[in-house]
């Protein structure tokens, strides 16, 4: 539940600070005063869009805070799943919105920054807010699911989790298979182009780094002759000599004169070994040098061969990806491409096999949810009848209609396979009506409090909140609908805004929202009323700003009435 408010420089809010309980609240005051304005301040800290033009004038920013206590498993689990850390049964939050006037907004849940998109998901399980949007979403078919589904709890929820998973499945494959017909044809036009693009590279065979040796041996080719040169003169200089010792004679015989004086002491010895190693691996350069120079031969044949091989691949990379790796890349994919399209009749068939196997399966676990609707939806009719009942529908029944979009067919969607809207009639001797044609301003206020009454104790949600609950009563169905958010503070702490006296009395707590001139300035103040207060502001709710002694005793005559 909520605890605390705090307010500052928010609308026409200089500064509020008030504290929360169980049980039922209410706020009056004169129209424009600021009530609205509250309940907009706890959308925002509950997680709604933030909008600058709500920064007091003249100010840079608003702040809002808003504390709550809540022991419900999905939050904490959330919570945790978010880093939060989490003991025990029950969590005290802290939320805290900033409005900068430039536009930037900050969210913080107990001192942690997090988005708009997490603290509106969170909260959802938090509080309810009701308002004209709901009147709206009553009166819309197409919402009607949604309640339904809502007040299903946890059963529907599991199923259509069930339905989600098997949709997307079965809309991935159908995706794969309209695309892959759709391209069918497209594909065999291309083939024959991609056949040839295939057997031009098939044709050059070119294996890995073969461009990369073949400049290597073209620049041997072009300086064979430099190169045939400087490796003769080396061998000559390192194992022949000709008229002088070569440098393999000059190692070997300074080797014997090492290993002579090597016996009479161990630093020499160590030269010894060094040389003994020089002289071996210059034996072995001996074989590798020799062959290097034989090798080197030269003729006009090698070297064209070589340059034609060097503008094949050369042409194959400009064409096909710039490297040979991604020729080589480019051939696997058109070998598989081809693949594809050569099988393809055999892919569609394999396809649609899989994909009558996925509808298969979600038209189970559609009918599987639309069969737990229609059971929830006998539940749900007598509740909200019952409801509808207490708050003074004398011959009111609710019916919930189900129909097919196409009849005998089953319609796909992520969310099942129903169409649901609500029925209602609220005389004798009717037939079942759409909400819309039947329910006056009035009805549809009450029939949402019974739709609320009914889904706040599916959904678990602590607080409710009503903003235009009052709309188009008074007099008797006025305290028929007081008593009925009273009974329905036992199980939830309810706020609710009203201009109605009958409503009023039945608070619990009962503040006064009251607008004051300062100077050029116009502040809202709200005030905690006590029993006298309480009294006073019914009085004034009941005959306006003149209260005298009857309206004072009209007054505590209506509150006396409710606590009975």
């Avoid at 504290?19 to 907009?40: N, P, V």
């Avoid at 819309?140 to 929820?157: A, K, M, N, Y």
């Avoid at 005998?408 to 004798?428: A, P």
């Amino acid at each position: 539940m909520l605890t605390r408010l705090s307010i500052k420089d928010f609308a026409i809010i200089d500064s509020v600070s008030l504290d929360f309980h169980q049980g039922f609240h209410i706020f009056t005051g004169e129209t424009g005063a600021g009530k609205s304005i509250l309940i907009e301040a706890i959308s925002l800290a509950l997680g709604s869009r933030a909008d600058t033009a709500y920064v007091r004038s003249g100010k840079e920013k608003a702040i809002i805070e808003l504390s709550a206590v809540t022991s419900d498993s999905e939050v904490l689990l959330m919570l945790k799943e978010n880093g939060f850390e989490v003991e025990g049964s029950e969590i005290a939050l802290d939320i805290s919105r900033e409005i900068q006037s430039e536009g930037r907004n900050t969210c913080r849940l107990n001192g942690t920054l997090v988005s708009v998109s997490f603290l509106s998901k969170l909260c959802k399980k938090i509080a309810d807010i009701h308002g004209q949007y709901d009147h709206q979403s009553l009166l819309d078919p197409e919402q009607h699911i949604v309640f339904l589904d809502s007040f299903g709890g946890s059963l529907i929820t599991t199923l259509k989790a069930s339905v989600s998973e098997d949709y997307q499945s079965f809309s991935k494959v159908k995706q794969q298979l309209d695309l892959l017909v759709k391209s069918q044809s497209e594909n065999a036009r291309q083939a024959d182009f991609m056949r040839f693009e295939l057997s031009e590279i098939q044709a050059a065979a070119p294996i890995p780094d073969e461009d990369t040796e073949l400049s290597d041996r073209l620049s041997v080719i072009q300086n064979s002759e430099l190169i045939f040169n400087r490796l003769s003169e080396t061998y000559l200089l390192l194992f022949e000599g000709g008229s002088n010792p070569s440098a393999i004679d000059g190692l070997g015989r300074s080797l014997q004169l090492i290993e002579e004086a090597a016996a009479f002491s161990q630093e020499i010895k160590g030269f010894s070994e060094e040389l003994s190693d020089c002289f071996y691996k210059l034996e072995e350069l001996r074989a590798k040098i020799r062959t290097a120079k034989d090798s080197v031969s030269y003729s006009t044949e090698d070297l064209d061969q070589t340059i034609q091989r060097l503008d094949l691949l050369s042409n194959l990379k400009k064409k096909y990806g710039g490297s040979l790796e991604k020729v080589l890349e480019y051939k696997e994919e058109l070998i598989e491409k081809l693949s594809n399209i050569e099988n393809s009749d055999e892919l569609i068939a394999t396809l649609r096999e899989k994909l009558a196997e996925q509808e298969k399966k979600l038209q189970t676990s559609s009918s599987a949810l639309s069969e737990a609707r229609k059971q929830v939806s006998l539940k749900m009719e007598a509740q909200i009848t019952r409801e509808l009942e207490e708050l003074h529908f004398k011959d009111a029944k609710l019916f919930v209609e189900f129909k097919e979009t196409a009849p005998g067919t089953f319609y796909f969607t992520e969310n099942g396979i129903d169409t649901v809207e609500f029925l209602l009639i609220t005389n004798k001797g009717e037939f079942p009506k759409p909400l819309v044609k039947v329910a006056s301003g009035g009805e549809i206020s009450r029939i949402m409090l019974a739709f609320k009454s009914v889904i706040g104790d599916y959904a678990g949600i602590p607080t409710m909140l009503f903003d235009e609950i009052d709309s188009g009563i008074s007099g008797l169905t006025a305290s028929v609908v007081g008593k009925k958010l009273k009974q329905l503070s036992d199980k939830h702490q309810v706020i609710c805004i009203t201009h109605l006296a009958q409503i009023a009395a039945f608070s619990d707590h009962h503040y006064q929202i009251l607008k004051e001139e300062h100077g050029e300035r116009t502040e809202s103040r709200v005030t905690a009323l006590d029993q006298n207060g309480k009294t006073n502001e019914i009085a004034r709710l009941l005959g306006g700003m003149n209260i005298t002694e009857t309206t004072i005793k009209n007054a505590e005559e209506i509150i006396a009435e409710a606590l009975k």
